[in-house]
């Protein structure tokens, strides 16, 4: 039997949801499966969904605005930065986890001003938000990429990038010039 996770663990998982399929229904019910096999109650399965949905509308063009008004009128989130948590508490309280990460994106000018932005709030919050600003700026900037595949053993290294590969997951938007070194790195990993 499976270990019950704390609530927050469950969009924490999601993620990789969202660049695999290409319908918004098909993410949701994906995203939900995924988080019932371990974290089977509903504020669990809602933060995933909303995850995984905010993440599939970023990286299929979706504006800042878009993704407020779906994550306010489907998942009900206070996503004014004025008055929602982020102002009045320290955020080391995970039922605002999803929301925040949220706003911290939606304040953002580019991928590094997200993480910045979250960063300050802890680990959670950072890659939440780093998720979905990967999404929706294009990717992850080029010097922190490399930065942060350095730390990865060749196994994980390989699982990235066939991931990458199989969900055309890397840039769509930024200036981000990993596609001739994705596919050179596809070509040496994928035997």
Not at 71 to 77: G, I, K, N, R
Not at 85 to 95: A, E, M, V
Request: proline letters at 3%; glycine letters at 4%; hydrophobic letters at 40%.
């Amino acid at each position: 039997m499976f270990a019950k996770f704390t609530f927050w663990s469950a969009p924490l998982r999601v993620s990789p949801i969202a660049w695999a399929y290409d319908r918004l229904d098909t993410v949701i019910r994906q995203a939900k499966y995924s988080t019932q096999i371990t974290n089977n109650d509903e504020a669990s399965v809602m933060e995933a969904e909303a995850i995984a949905s905010i993440i599939y509308i970023a990286r299929n063009g979706g504006s800042k605005k878009e993704i407020k008004q779906f994550a306010s009128e489907v998942f009900s989130y206070d996503l004014n930065p004025k008055t929602s948590s982020l102002i009045t508490t320290k955020r080391h309280q995970f039922r605002f986890l999803v929301p925040d990460s949220i706003i911290y994106f939606l304040l953002s000018e580019n991928f590094s001003d997200a993480v910045i932005k979250a960063s300050a709030f802890g680990n959670d919050s950072m890659i939440l938000t780093a998720a979905i600003a990967e999404a929706f700026y294009g990717g992850i900037p080029e010097v922190i990429y490399d930065q942060l595949t350095t730390k990865l053993d060749e196994r994980m290294k390989k699982v990235i990038i066939r991931f990458m590969s199989r969900y055309n997951s890397y840039p769509k938007r930024a200036g981000f010039s990993a596609d001739k070194r994705i596919n050179g790195e596809v070509n040496n990993y994928s035997s």
